[in-house]
């Protein structure tokens, strides 16, 4: 945060399906909700300026600059990679490289987001790889889950500095003193899954660990809530993800299609419309808009590229969570915790930034 | 099936949380829904010869054959294997295997249940591993997934013959013509994910294949339905089986919630009650209970341990299902058609059954 007490939000003004509208529109609403932020808008300054001079809130508190690349959907991350200085993607992610800005939100591709980040923030002292996160409804509130994709493979450390990096998420982000932590596996005995696992397991057990474990996980806690953070590989985060958002929906299907089979059934839909109405702003996609890049030298969140303004707006909250409750202090400060109860050397910054290439 | 025609169904009497009872009155509403069946049932005389006297249709067609031992919930699958020839689980499993009965079904201990059968029944010719599988609704309908959970680790061979193997699940119990078969992965494109997901897909694309191969899914399309068999190796499946479920509990709860909150959305519900048994049957989880080992000399189905008889009927399907449809020899066919595709030799059985222990 700047030492005004300010958080200066970076965004890709050219970032998303709907992009700019929706960046300009969803940073309205976040700068009514938090009367502190100021933005630094990247992008194509014909489109922006008329967009942002509607605003209400926002037009006194933003400044427009120029940046005449855009990534695409399309691009490889190697190509935005090469549009890193020019891009609207690029230029917002640099602004935090330099300390113009506390954080950069981006709904662009992905991929090249990931890459971009990752060059261009380096990753933190005592991280090997940065994971990508995000927060789903449960039965008993909100459960953070990593790594979505960022690592195909892992190794126990990697999942162990994701254990402690998402312990940090749940308790800037979700409000929870003390999460709890669990590893996703095939079975809650000590002796299940690959050795990865069990090794990491291990280490998570350890006296005087920052992390509050409370060891293996099945597929259904996540949407149980047995834990407030679930620490997996990427490839299996990615499908776990993917696979509850695909019954998500199946099942919102099914409900609506069945409320259409009789005349009954239509007038008993209406007369529950609040409660139609309640449900959908409990599991609304919305609100859960905001993978974040955790592990990286400065603030990262990635809103999903079809949000609209709520959504966007949402992400933007994820962010100035991250920057007011110092995010990556308390993870350097967790990890070099963890290493120490351990009996291990911290890892030099120099390591581990080659660590992430 | 025997040269009558008839279905010889043998039983594990004591498997199940609600065994024996539950075992013996799906029994029964599988003996009237499917005439053609016997049974041989397995397990302690004296308690379940007064159980199946009570019975309408299963008491002419059920012979019980005593079993001392009973394979517990708490067993290694070391120990089940100790109880094989005395235990109800492993003698059922031994009558398929000596050619007494088509199939076996068991509610019993899953780890217990794959070892037994892998070692009383053997792998088929061909196949290096078995795996387990079940099916799921979807948008369209049902699509089948395996491995869930056999398997932990997976090489791009054994994904192969999962493909191969679902494909005559899907045709045999979905009853569907031209099965599509889509690989788990972390992006639909051809470049993503592991070399070993690759590799299967490059075996899966030549030409002459028994599979209709569709390529990488994602997670949220099972839900989707986008394809009628999706392929993962067992920790990934396991792990997405579970948080569909998991998924599916979370909104039905949302759903009830919501419908508490008012006295009109009460009324509502009250209405619309036809809708929601709709809804109930749809995604009834008993109408999806039936785990199926496949890639074994013999059907064997794994009924859920808490299931009720509706549901232990609902395995029995299966079971014959695959018994009538001779799922085991269009495995070996398929599998014959697939490494002739490929120009491979046929792996012959004995070397097969080894790489299965």
Redesign the interface.
Known sequence: MAASGKIVIALDGMGGDRAPDMVVRGADIARQRYPDSTFLLFGDVARLQPLVDKTRWLKTACEIIAAPDVVTNDDKPTVALRKRKSSSMGMAIEAVASGDADCVVSAGNTGALLATATVGLRVLPGVRRPALCTFL???RGETAMLDL?AN??CDANNLVEFAVMGSVFAKSVLGIDTPTVGL?N?GAEEGK??ETLRDAAAMLRVEDSPVAFHGFV???????GTVDVVV?D???G??????????????????R???R??T??K??????????K??GQ??DPRRYNGGVFLGLNGVCVKSHGGTDEIGFAYALGVAVDLVKYHFSDKVVEDLGRLRQALGEVPIAAADSAAGAG
Chains 1, 2 share one sequence.
């Open positions: 409804p449960t039965t994709g195909l493979q996703l095939v899954g690959s099945e597929g259904n806690d996540i949407g149980g997996t990427g490839f299996t990615n499908v776990a993800l993917k696979a509850i958002e695909g019954t998500a929906r199946l099942y919102t299907g099914f409900v299609q069945a409320f089979t009789s009954l059934a007038l008993g839909y209406v007369l529950a419309s609040s409660a139609w309640k449900l409990r599991v």
